[in-house]
């Protein structure tokens, strides 16, 4: 029993490494190493290197499930203006993409060699979406965010507003990365250097990564409605 403790507390004390490390594994094996998805396009590994391996992770470090944000967001009239303004942002930063950088010439490229229609094609990066949108929000805005924002303000007892700008700048490195080892264009890490933090302050500040999720979903559903149209 007590050796049984010894390491339970073990894990707790290394538990932002831990899931550091975790999140590291998720994206370098599901990138590189086992990429299995359905001939619908469902992405089966994210589901399980994205979802099901940190939440025995979490477990593992003692996170009570209820800390990562998977409740009801906590929305204020304040909120929902500041919601309504990045929507507007975002729709003049497609606008600008789509008339003026050429970013989205080799997206419709590949949209064409895959078959000329395009609702099937939509379909198939609907269900495509599916699996990696709430995959790739639990890994980086409920478990790096607020499972380590649980850990500096509960156990490591530090400032509310130093604990969130240590993960939101964690989570950004991790989505910035992620994006340039994917050999993306520069336009998209660039532009998450503003996206990231906003995610992930909307979700420090519902409680919630909900509307962060949705915010994305959004995101993802313009960008290939532009594609077709491109």
Same mark, same amino acid.
Do not use: W
């Given at each position: 029993m007590e =050796?049984?403790?010894?390491?339970?507390? &073990? +894990?707790?004390?290394? %538990?932002?490494?831990?899931?550091?490390?975790t999140a590291l594994i998720a994206q370098i094996v599901g990138q590189y190493l086992f990429r299995w998805k359905t001939e619908d396009g469902f992405y089966s590994s994210w589901v399980l290197l994205r979802i099901v391996f940190p939440l025995l992770m979490v477990w593992?470090? $003692?996170?009570?499930?209820?800390? &990562? $944000? +998977?409740g009801r967001p906590g929305v204020d009239a304040g909120l929902w203006r500041a919601f309504l303004i990045i929507i507007a942002g975002g729709a003049l930063i497609f606008?600008?993409? *789509?008339?003026?950088? $050429? *970013?989205?010439?080799?997206? !419709?490229?590949n949209f064409r060699r895959n078959g000329p229609d395009a609702v099937a094609r939509l379909k198939r990066f609907l269900i495509f979406s599916s699996s990696t949108i709430p995959a790739w929000e639990f890994l980086h805005r409920s478990v790096l965010l607020m499972g380590i924002y649980y850990i500096l303000t509960q156990r490591e007892e530090v400032q509310e507003r130093i604990a #969130?700008? @240590?993960?939101? %700048?964690? @989570?950004?490195?991790? =989505?910035?990365?992620?994006?340039?080892? #994917? =050999? #993306? !264009?520069?336009? =998209?890490?660039?532009?998450?250097?503003? $996206? !990231?933090?906003?995610?992930? *302050?909307?979700t420090l500040r519902t409680g919630s990564i909900w509307i %962060? &999720?949705? &915010?994305? %979903?959004? @995101?993802?559903? !313009?960008?290939?409605v532009l594609v077709i149209l491109s």
């Open positions: =050796e049984a403790m010894n390491r339970r507390n &073990l +894990l707790q004390r290394n %538990a932002i490494l831990i899931l550091v490390f593992m470090v $003692g996170i009570p499930f209820r800390q &990562l $944000g +998977l606008i600008g993409l *789509y008339f003026f950088s $050429g *970013y989205f010439d080799t997206y !419709s490229d #969130k700008q @240590v993960c939101i %700048a964690l @989570v950004c490195a991790f =989505e910035v990365l992620f994006h340039f080892i #994917k =050999e #993306k !264009s520069c336009v =998209e890490p660039l532009t998450l250097l503003i $996206g !990231s933090p906003i995610l992930s *302050y909307l %962060a &999720l949705i &915010l994305h %979903a959004l @995101v993802e559903l !313009s960008f290939i």
